[in-house]
């Protein structure tokens, strides 16, 4: 019972106070171009939660169960690096195959996800904080359901500033993105403390 | 197809390559990082046991001035007066925080604090390895355990004042001097006694 | 990519890639790549130059490899390619600081996974050091890494100075500053990133 408290715990962590986008900061580039348009938000993120999910479920065990007993933790960025390729690019190869449709309205996003930050980054933490393997899939999923949300709001905001917006030529893009940005990272601020990870 | 498996040898000789450098280099190096990670320790543990210390003799001083003890396994480190220090280790929010921690004889309170390593935020988070945060844990009784409080509003005997801006760095220091003290306390009365 | 006359003068060309590095192209305003880092480290002066130093550093290091190697690195592999590069290398000079500069080490510890997954060294090397010589490389990693640098610094002068009250730790302003804490964080951050952008975008004239 106090294990599964545990992994709400940090499930609703990832989600509120120790969220990836707001309170880490990470995976800004595709969160300020591409958060213009809801489909296109909600696509990515899509794509995003599979990827990071799989990629912590696949670097676990290649660092607990391969790296750490023949001590070559040393090469463990490069490993996950290699892995995240991997993942992605057998991501597309089964997609292309069996589920063509989803996959052409993935379009560029799928290789996009290889070079965004926070896939490395939750492998990277899971280590660094030791997790179980069950608390690093919770984890990955709690990181990027947050992100998702994360871009998704931004999305929504930005959709009803282009409809309402006088909204001057320096800002529009990623000027008016930011200052949205910050004002719901503001509002992520007053859930610090009400769960510790 | 062939193009993947193509692009997937690229990747694993690409690979192999960087790592056999990595492990070269690591191999060169590692011998000086670890003296380097020992001394850092030494230090540590001589400033949070109040001992002064000049860089060119560390050794000599710790040699001199500190009893090492064991523990459960893990060492401790005890001066003149009967302070007791050991290291503690844990997550913050970055990555691992490690210092020594230094406990009154009756190992009742915290006599000082030191960090070692810190990843956290630079300007914000890293402000917990500052003096000027850590000695506000001095004096702090330990039980039941120590409280991370917001700022200016520490009262209990436990309470330390977090960092404004850095709640969750501070939190966390706080949550591992805990976690390290529930782990090692037993084990140091034990051996203390 | 260039005009005849312009390839008769590589002085000329030289000077271009570096303006366009520093100013036309900017990565922050222009290009939005690095948004991670300026975000995270701008709080401070001396974290400002320290990431900016570090950046540019393995920027020119990556546009010697990438560009050097850039008749090797098969095209579908190439974003792999770059990241195990980078990585790589960083880990490495990761690694001799800290045998032999432990105290650099200590100050550099948190930037280095920052510097690792900055989207600049990724970017640069897609859209120039794969497609262009070494000199020109290195030409356009250091005007990107100063164009960097400088806007760190700009941003983080502001945050420091309202945020704490200290510029590179001298205090600046008068003893009843209240701080404003929430420009040294996150929030922060990004109102002080989107006035910059506001700013720059207008003088540059840059429509979205």
């Known amino acids: ?197 | 197809m062939k193009d993947r498996l193509l692009m997937l040898l690229f990747v694993l000789v690409c690979g192999t390559v960087l790592t056999a450098a990595l492990v070269a280099v690591d191999a060169y190096t590692a011998p000086m990082i670890a003296r380097n990670e020992e001394l850092k320790l030494k230090r540590s543990v001589l400033a949070a046991l109040h001992i002064p210390f000049e860089e060119a003799t560390i050794e000599r001083t710790f040699a001199d001035n500190v009893t090492v003890g064991n523990a459960g396994g893990t060492p401790f480190y005890r001066n003149a007066e009967g302070i007791v220090a050991f290291a503690f280790t844990g997550s913050g929010l970055w990555g691992p925080v490690r210092g020594t921690l230094a406990l009154t004889p009756d190992l009742g309170k915290v006599s000082d604090l030191t960090i070692i390593h810190q990843e956290e935020t630079p300007g914000l988070g890293s402000r917990i390895a500052e003096r000027s945060h850590l000695d506000r844990f001095r004096g702090r009784s330990i039980l039941p355990a120590l409280a991370s409080v917001a700022a200016g509003k520490a009262a209990a005997d436990s309470d330390v004042d977090a960092i404004t801006g850095a709640t969750l760095s501070s939190n966390a220091l706080v949550g591992i001097l805990n976690a390290n003290l529930a782990a090692r306390l037993p084990e140091l009365k034990e051996a203390t006694r | 990519m260039s005009s005849p006359a312009a390839l008769r003068r590589p002085g000329a060309q030289t000077w271009g890639t570096f303006l366009t590095g520093v100013w036309r192209d900017h990565p922050i305003f222009s290009q939005v790549l690095g948004i991670c880092s300026s975000l995270a480290v701008s709080n401070r002066v001396e974290n400002a130059i320290a990431m900016g130093a570090g950046v540019t550093f393995v920027l020119l290091a990556t546009a010697v490899f990438i560009a050097g190697l850039r008749k090797l690195i098969p095209g579908r592999v190439r974003m792999i390619a770059y990241m195990i590069i980078i990585a790589a290398f960083v880990i490495i000079v990761d690694r001799f600081l800290r045998a032999f500069f432990p105290p650099i080490s200590e100050q550099i510890g948190p930037y280095v996974g920052l510097i690792i997954t900055n989207c600049i060294l990724m970017g640069r090397a897609e859209a120039f050091f794969i497609t262009n010589t070494v000199p020109q490389s290195l030409v356009d990693g250091l005007a990107n890494g100063l164009g960097y640098t400088m806007t760190l610094v700009l941003i983080a002068i502001i945050r420091e100075a309202v945020g704490f009250g200290t510029i590179l730790g001298m205090r600046v302003m008068g003893a009843g500053w209240v701080n404003w804490v929430v420009l040294s964080m996150a929030p922060g951050a990004f109102f002080l990133v989107s006035l910059f952008i506001w700013i720059t975008r207008t003088l540059a004239g840059k429509d979205a």
């Open chain 1, 1 to 197: 019972m106090s294990t599964f408290v545990g992994l709400v715990t940090v499930f609703i962590a990832t989600l509120l106070t120790h969220n990836i986008a707001l309170t880490y900061l990470l995976g800004m580039c595709p969160f300020i171009s591409l958060s213009k348009r809801i489909e296109t938000a909600s696509g990515m993120g899509i794509a995003v939660i599979f990827v990071v999910v799989l990629t912590a479920a696949l670097n676990w065990p290649i660092y607990n169960l391969i790296l750490v007993p023949t001590h070559s933790e040393l090469i463990y960025y490069i490993t996950f690096i290699i892995t995240i390729a991997a993942s992605v690019q057998l991501l597309e190869m089964i997609m292309e195959r069996f589920l063509p449709a989803l996959q052409a309205s993935f379009g560029i996003f799928l290789p996009l996800i290889t070079v965004n930050c926070i896939v490395l980054a939750v492998s990277l933490f899971m280590i660094i904080r030791e997790y179980g393997f069950l608390k690093s899939v919770v984890f990955a999923l709690g990181s990027s359901v947050g992100w998702t949300m994360a871009i998704v709001v931004m999305a929504a905001i930005n959709e009803k500033l282009r409809l309402i917006g006088d909204i001057p030529r320096g800002m529009r893009g990623p000027g008016i993105v930011m200052t949205s940005a910050g004002i719901i990272a503001l509002a992520f601020l007053g859930f610090a403390g009400i769960v510790s990870l």
